[in-house]
């Protein structure tokens, strides 16, 4: 447990620089969106502005993270990541998708931009702080292994590849009479859009409940099989209940004619070899031998 508050403690932090970091941008990106009358750069604040609020969603679900188990939540709240991850995704998605509308709008009626070697200097900038926020929550998620995290760090490099690409769209702009500012932003909209889905689809798999991988579940079957008095192993499944709290559950049929001795000392072979492997918690359940125990429970019920 205090591993997984020290996991929690360390993400909010991150969370809060990352907050700190994006009003910063946010205030820069949109003084110099409206000053230079840039579509491209003031949306591309407005997205962090939203990274704002993705971080204080993420902020709120790892305190609730911390609050021990109750009566009605016997399991926790571990899974408040998943849930934060995927509001973050919609919020991510409905950005790219008010982009897109901009976008489309900019190409349709284009606007005269104003371009400054400053505005120009700060926007290079801000790319600069972005991949620099990225290596920060690269090297935090090598401690606290978060999908939040991991998610953060994604964005921060395709928000400095997207800045990067409106600086590009805005001083072409300048020198090569194109019309470039709403296609950049169309261009950011269409990114924004597919890291939102990849994210949406990720976190719904979270939140749904997702199948454990082959490999372990092959694993885990071949230590299974060098005990023979295991008749069968019926599923194996990954029950998740959040980072720190995932537990793997075996069904197992025993042959016949076992006593509990026997099974217990298989289980415990069983629990203490793939636990050591996985590190994860290992819980069997025995299930009964139909073909032997349906004659017993048939006569027992006539009695």
């Given amino acids: 447990m205090k591993d997984i508050r020290a996991r929690n403690k360390q993400t909010i932090i991150a969370a809060a620089i990352g907050i700190a970091v994006n009003i910063l941008l946010f205030a820069l990106k949109v003084y110099i969106g409206l000053s230079a009358n840039s579509i491209s750069i003031l ?4 997205n962090n ?14 305190v609730l993270m911390n609050r021990k188990p109750t009566e009605k ?8 990541e998943y849930i934060a991850g995927f509001f973050m995704s919609v919020i991510i998605l409905v950005t790219g998708g008010i982009f897109a509308f901009s976008a489309l709008e900019r190409i349709a009626f284009p606007f005269l931009l ?3 070697w400053l505005n120009f200097g700060l926007i290079a900038s ?8 990225a290596v920060y929550f690269r090297h935090v998620n090598t401690r606290v292994n978060s999908g939040v995290i991991k998610g953060a760090q994604i964005d921060s490099i395709t928000d400095a590849g997207l800045t990067l690409m409106t600086l590009i769209g805005f001083s072409l702009t300048r020198y090569a009479g194109l019309r470039l500012d709403g296609i950049i932003g169309l261009v950011i909209s269409a990114a924004v859009i597919t890291e939102g889905l990849k994210l949406l ?14 490999a372990t579940e092959e694993g885990i ?8 008095v295991i008749k069968e192993a019926r599923s194996v499944k990954l029950h998740d209940y959040g980072a720190g709290r995932e537990e793997i559950v075996l069904e197992l049929l025993f042959t016949s004619g076992n006593d509990f001795d026997i ?28 073909d032997t125990a349906e004659n017993e429970i048939v006569g027992n019920d006539e009695g």
Avoid: H, Q, W
């Fill in 43 to 46: 949306y591309d604040g407005i």
């Fill in 49 to 62: 502005l939203l990274d704002c609020f993705s971080f204080g969603i993420v902020i709120l679900s790892f």
């Fill in 73 to 80: 939540l016997p399991f926790g709240f571990g899974r408040m």
């Fill in 114 to 116: 104003t371009f400054t």
């Fill in 126 to 133: 801000s790319v600069v702080v972005k991949l620099a926020l």
């Fill in 201 to 214: 689809v990720g976190n719904a798999a979270s939140i749904l409940g997702k199948r454990i991988d082959k």
């Fill in 221 to 228: 079957l071949a230590i299974v099989a060098r005990y023979g």
């Fill in 263 to 290: 099974i217990n000392k298989v289980i415990d072979g069983i629990v203490r070899e793939a636990e050591a492997k996985y590190g994860k918690p290992l819980k069997i359940c025995v299930m009964p031998d139909t």
